[in-house]
């Protein structure tokens, strides 16, 4: 076969195997490498549902997927020139995902009688029986070439099999001209505390490479040149990493401690993870035994004088409901991150979903809003998470902050950026007060309360879930009540004066406006830059901020003709607009697998669309 190089745009490579089989290992190194060499890079990792899920079974399989490319890398791809399959659960469960055309690595050892029957498959022919006929599939015996590649390494046998995965690393980067030093410098970081498995893990790498190298069943390698990219240091961040850093960051420009209460759950853990360990920067968390301990010790924090948050999902968010009203009355600063998964009740709590809007929204009792925010890309929750934080102690209420699984597991390039091109926050902390303090008091303008910090000569107040009177004290009266209710709504829909106009991008008026809110911004922009390109007369507008609606929402929708709102849920954004803004007609575009969407489904929409 002849060997071509090819000089690529970009590629689309999925690692999938059994989830003891270290998938997404191999899916960051990989994208770890190729962003180090200097490529954009989107990453998607999809995890299995089931904590223990039989081995060689499709409810066990574990994959991640890594676009890379050379300029506007926005999403982890659609489908993937490149499928690794380490079992025969993984095909079954991914070929879906392979490119047409494209190639297909197998690990041939794995594909014997009993892994087939376990995977589903009906016949000893899975390359027949899906239908592959015209993918370069591609047969290593990848578990065999491992063990003879360790055989003297002094590895016992099933240390030696779990390196399967760096073999295939290896044969990947030889695929595609990734550059090894970077994995090399990694293991031997990684294994500083075991020498003894540097050696043998950087063979099999090399190894691998060779092998993919001298085999003649890889007939083309790729090249991907490094992206152009602006001037400064960059690193590679997930976005429950980057929602950690934005929360410090506003904890530091504040001035104010950060104290993070929460209780671990899929998709969030990782932000209280990642928070946990920077205890030099004055953050203290606390790992509570429930949910609803998780927010009330944070309230608590607020009430001391923290910038205080909780992070969470779906059925946590639910739990919390009562003591965000509490948070709400008291009119405290609190963030709520709700790092979105698949629901109702535990669902699919490895899987992406947008479907806590409504919870968000609504989900208290009494009249109760509070801002709702949300992020674009795992590296914007950095920019979420700090104006969550500065929005909720400048304007003491609480913040929700909707991140999800897609953005919270996923990674980009990130240009870490110069503190000081991020605002002041400024709490309302007052010191002292001329005569008796009212803790309820108002500035007529934003209607924010001061924050009086316990322990302050002459501002001793109380809080609590009875409703007050500006003065302090607890009040029955209907019309203080109706009073305080007004002035709290009026809170949050002040809020409008603070945050940044809908911007659209693309075509400023025509024929449809894309619409979507969070982790679908990079598809929808793909999509809506490949329909301009095909001259349809396409905007897209984006929203960072739910509630309030951004100022001149109206203006924005009266330019096009039509309004095609898209969402990982039934509609309930497009319901929403529907409240906030009925006379538009609001055409939908939802997705509920708990996948992101793909670029060409909502191209194929938007063309559709009547």
Known sequence: MEHKVIDAQDVVIRFTGDSGDGMQLTGTLFADASALYGNEISTFPDYPAEIRAPQGTVSGVSGFQVH?????????????????????????????????????????DSFDEQGLEKAGFK????????????????????????????????????SIVRCKNIFTLGMCYFMFSRPLNFTEDYLKKKFAKKPDLIAPNIKVLNDGYNYAHNTHAIGNTY?????????????????????????????????????????PITPA??????????????????????????????????YAGSMAVTTTSGPGLSLKSEAMGLACMTELPLVIVDVQRSGPSTG???????????????GRNGECPIMVMCARTPSDCFRAAYYAGKFAMEHMMPVIFLSEGYLGNGNEPW???????????????????????????????????????????????RVGGLEKSPAGPLSSDPENHARMVAARAAKVAVMADFIPALETIG??????????????????????????????K???????????????TAEVFKKFKKILVCELNCGQFADYLRAKLPQFKYEQFNKVEGQPFMVHEIVEAVKNLK
Not at 76 to 86: C, I
Not at 125 to 140: F, G
Not at 538 to 552: M, R, T, W
Request: net charge negative; proline share 8%.
């Open 68 to 108: 890379v490319g050379q300029a506007n890398v926005k999403t982890p791809g659609d489908l993937a020139d490149v499928l690794v399959s380490m079992n025969p659960a993984a095909l079954m469960a991914n070929a879906k995902f392979a490119k047409p055309g494209g190639s297909i690595i197998l690990d041939q």
């Open 123 to 158: 016949t000893m022919d899975p390359v027949k029986e899906l239908q592959l006929e015209d993918y370069n599939v591609i047969w290593a015996p990848i578990t065999s070439l491992t063990k003879e590649s360790l055989k003297d390494s002094g590895l016992d046998p099933k």
């Open 223 to 263: 090249t991907i040149e490094p992206a152009k990219l602006e001037p400064g240091t960059y690193r590679s961040i997930s976005g429950n990493q980057a929602t950690a850093w934005g929360l410090m960051a506003a904890s530091e420009k504040s001035g104010r401690p950060l104290f993070a209460g929460s209780y």
């Open 269 to 302: 853990t990782a932000i209280l993870e990642e928070l946990a360990v920077h205890k030099e920067l004055g953050v203290v968390t606390m790992q509570c035994e429930d949910e609803i301990a998780g927010i009330c010790t944070s309230i608590g924090a607020a």
């Open 348 to 362: 699919i709590p490895t899987k992406t979903e947008q479907t806590d809007l409504d919870q968000a929204l609504y």
């Open 415 to 461: 240009k870490i950026p110069s503190m000081k091109d991020y605002p002041d926050i400024k709490p309302p902390i007052v010191t002292k007060c001329d005569g008796k303090f009212k803790p309820y008091e108002r500035d007529p303008k934003t209607f924010v309360r001061n924050w009086a910090l316990p322990g302050t000569p002459g501002l001793e107040h």
């Open 507 to 536: 075509e400023k008026e025509g024929d449809i406006l894309l619409v979507g809110f969070g982790g679908t911004f990079g598809h929808l922009y793909t999509a809506t830059t490949q329909l301009l390109k095909e001259g349809k």
């Open 538 to 552: 396409v905007g897209f507008a984006e929203f960072d901020y739910i509630n309030p609606l951004p100022k001149n």
